[in-house]
Each structure stands twice: as C-alpha cells, then as structure tokens.
T-cell receptor
Framework: EPEVTQTPSHQVTQMGQEVILRCVPISNHLYFYWYRQILGQKVEFLVSFYNNEISEKSEIFDDQFSVERPDGSNFTLKIRSTKLEDSAMYFC????????????????FGSGTRLTVV | DAKTTQPNSMESNEEEPVHLPCNHSTISGTDYIHWYRQLPSQGPEYVIHGLTSNVNNRMASLAIAEDRKSSTLILHRATLRDAAVYYCILNAGGTSYGKLTFGQGTILTVHP
C-alpha cells in the first residue's frame, strides 16, 4: 500500500537553529499537509499546500514556518529559528482530494518526525 | 469548523464487536464524516469516511444516521491491535482544501 515517508524520524536541534523536515507524499496525490502534535495534546493543523502554493494555514504557521515542494516528489517544512515550544511530533499528510468535483477522499499520514528543541 | 462529540474512552474485549459513537448535530450538507485512528507513537491512520450512506471497507463499517447528526464506527471483531485513539472528524470537502480538525477522540482499550 502506498505510504507517506518522513525523514528524519527524530531530530534534536538547539534553540534558534533552522530545521527542515522532509516528506515524500504519495506520488499521485495533489494536496499536501503538515500537522503537529505536542506531547499529550491534540493533533493540530499547520498548513495545506496545492498547486505549488499554500491553500490554507493556521495561526500556528507564522513567519518562522515555510513549506516548499522543491521537486516532483519532496515536500518540506522549514522552521527558521526554532523555539522550545516547537518541540512536537510533526506529521506530513497527502490526499488526492479533488476539490472542484466536491468529492472527498481519505488522507494518508506519515509516521512523523519527533522534533526536540533544546 | 463543525464540531463532533465523542466519549472520552471505551473498552472492549478481544474478538467482540465495538461500536464507537460520534455526535455531529451541526453538520452541514456538504460535510463528509471521517474516522481516523492513532496508535501509540504513530501518525493518524485513515479508517473510513462517508457522506450519507453507510460504508464498509476492510477495516470497519460506518453507520450514518438518516439525519446525519450522528454516526457510529463499527469494528466487527476487535483485536489487541485496534487499541488506539479514534477520531471522528467532519471534513467540509469542497472549500476547505482538506483541513482536518482533530478533537480529543475516544481512547479504545481492548482486553484479551
């Protein structure tokens, strides 16, 4: 079964450093997402991405965050200057949701990257 | 975002059916009902989704009330591997670009 692949599985970084979390979505999917989950808390939406631009972003996704699809397969989340409160599991997801047709599809999530900011 | 209400926790015995309820009284006509589960230390996993009709797949069944204000996820024979947090989520479909809003979900415990 197709998978969403995330690397690395665990990243430790010093406060103030930049990190890039990487994801390979399912190849024929069109929509890509990042979510995060702070330990013991709910899964929170960060951003959705379609047609090489951000479709929607949450309040969490401030100027310190950016996303990119640098090539035909990777989807990245960059945090420019990490803070202690950025420590969380970050999940990438993809979907072949087709908006205009009003159809709906399930979403496939990756296993996550555990980011620890020290 | 339309809201869902689920019990905080439920328990089941192995090999017995499990019915996980979800209330969504403010659902709109275009909202799809999604169910995901999250096993410990893993990402959410898609289980099933539907709009109006009941749905079956290899993992589960989804029973949707006629007025769509509630739904039930049915695991036909629970196994220990089904122990997880189950999330019922409304997806606004056409205009939401697929953002999912997770609640606290239902913690399912399966006893051997």
């Amino acid at each position: 079964e197709p998978e969403v692949t995330q690397t690395p599985s665990h990243q430790v970084t010093q406060m103030g450093q930049e990190v890039i979390l990487r994801c390979v979505p399912i190849s024929n999917h069109l929509y890509f997402y990042w979510y995060r989950q702070i330990l013991g808390q709910k899964v929170e939406f960060l951003v959705s991405f379609y047609n090489n631009e951000i479709s929607e972003k949450s309040e969490i996704f401030d100027d310190q965050f950016s996303v990119e699809r640098p090539d035909g397969s990777n989807f990245t989340l960059k945090i420019r200057s990490t803070k202690l409160e950025d420590s969380a599991m970050y999940f990438c997801a993809s979907s072949d949701w087709q908006g205009a047709t009003r159809e709906d599809y399930g979403y496939t999530f990756g296993s996550g990257t555990r980011l620890t900011v020290v | 975002d339309a809201k869902t209400t689920q019990p905080n926790s439920m328990e089941s015995n192995e090999e017995e059916p499990v019915h996980l309820p979800c209330n969504h009284s403010t659902i709109s006509g275009t909202d799809y009902i999604h169910w995901y589960r999250q096993l410990p230390s893993q990402g959410p996993e898609y289980v099933i989704h539907g709009l109006t009709s009941n749905v079956n797949n290899r993992m589960a069944s989804l029973a949707i009330a006629e007025d769509r204000k509630s739904s039930t996820l049915i695991l036909h024979r629970a196994t220990l591997r089904d122990a997880a947090v189950y999330y019922c989520i409304l997806n606004a479909g056409g205009t939401s670009y697929g953002k999912l809003t997770f609640g606290q979900g239902t913690i399912l415990t399966v006893h051997p």
